[in-house]
């Protein structure tokens, strides 16, 4: 029974401003890894939420004439409701201003202090607001957060920092001893190379300049730093405290994979495992550590206005087409781009013409050839080897979605469904129709193209859940798992298939350009 749970997490984005397309990339893209597992018969908890705490948030508030709590709950809330218009299936939403959350971060800074973990000193340094996060001297360089790039403060107060050299060499050895805890593998290296062997400072973890933040319960003129108290989510967001664990952090901690941006894997690979270490929890198995999605070649900000937002491109696109297209952009290895032209460009090409055109054709087909129905015919291997190519595709994207590697696996079934669509042009079954003894020529070409049909959906379910529905439906077919795919020729003939109807209307992109310049001007 344990070995079929399966605990994955977003990182909690910060409730200071509404989410970018690239913030939501990440929730699309765990969202997609949740639902491929599901498929796969694992019992799944999928957590997401936000990070309400935060001297940028006071600040932010203050600005907007309201409470720090009134704000960050405001912004919390549209964070959800993108995630729900980006069809995601998460099982728990967490908010670091929940009561059990507060309660167990408190119980988990006074356990860390009263064993010598955590202790008082003085801090003097570089913090950057935008960031929540300290720098020294030579990491900020002519002033500027190395994150961000933008001016740092010069910060001095008293704090608390959590002592962690007696805690590096266990992580080193953990990293070594387990090469697939941070992928892609270079990452691994990054946090060696960079952090773990030229040695870590202790970590600041406790603010006195502003309120707006978890209390620190037995010295309450400090607050648990932004960070510390949003990594603690992971274990609250399954019930977690000191007294009691719950039945549902016994059942599914340690997380089986972190899906975090490359920019704060430090926080999740260095600070994050020590702090469970302090408290002898065992360390997550995996962290995912994805890239960018750029803009016009820049990263996305909030502040400078260099953004597209989710709810905007959904008023222009399909959502299943959003993710569908953030999911193909973003390789492991880089950075990914997104641009209105190259979102046209893959709804006309990807969408409407590969996999919508090979779906409505074949089903019109089954439509005027064969009464509505999925003709009775068995697979018989032939020159085209249908099933065989069907098979491979589907062997080849399920390595790519155990590896994360979403955009390759997507690249499976456009593939598929090209091969697909060549054998239509090169089998010609209009023209077999006109032939009755052809006719089991006919039927056998086309329960092939309706049973790879059948596969595509299914491989597509976890990308663009809504489309692989109406697929299936087209097919006649109703089973999702992944089970059904074990061999070709699943399909059941004589079952009516719904009347064919486009699944993706091809785009005018001047049309569509102008329309999107109108509303953005």
Known sequence: MDSKKFYITTSIPYASRKPHIGNTYEIILTDAIARFKKMQNFDVCFCTGADEHGQKIEELAKKSGVSPAKYSAEISNIIKNIWELMDCSYDVFIKTTDVNHVEAVQQIFKKLYNNGDIY????????????????????????????????????????????????????????NENKNFIVPNFYAEEIMNNFLKPGLQDFCISRSSFSWGVKIDFDPEYVVYVWLDALINYITALGFNLNTPSEKFNRFWPADLHVVGKDILRFHAIIWPIILMMLGLPLPKQILVHQWLLYKSGKMSKTTGNVVYADDLSRFFSVDAIRFYVLKAMPMSHDGSISYESIISTCNTDLANNIGNLTKRVCDMIYKYCDGVIPNSEYVKDEYDVGGVTLGAFKKYCECMEGYDLSEAIMQILNLARYCNKYVDETMPWALAKDENSKSALNRILYNLAEAIRFISTMLFPIAPSTAKNILKQVGAENFSFESLNSFGGLQPGVAIKKPEVLFSRIDASKKLEEIYNFNS
Not at 126 to 145: D, H, I, L
């Open 120 to 175: 008082k000193g003085a801090y003097e340094g570089w913090y950057c607001v935008a960031c929540e996060s300290f720098w020294t001297n030579s990491q900020v360089g002519e002033g500027r957060c190395p994150e961000c790039q933008r001016e740092v403060q010069k910060t001095k107060e008293e704090a608390y920092f959590l002592k962690v050299d007696r805690y590096t060499d266990r992580l080193i050895q953990h990293i």
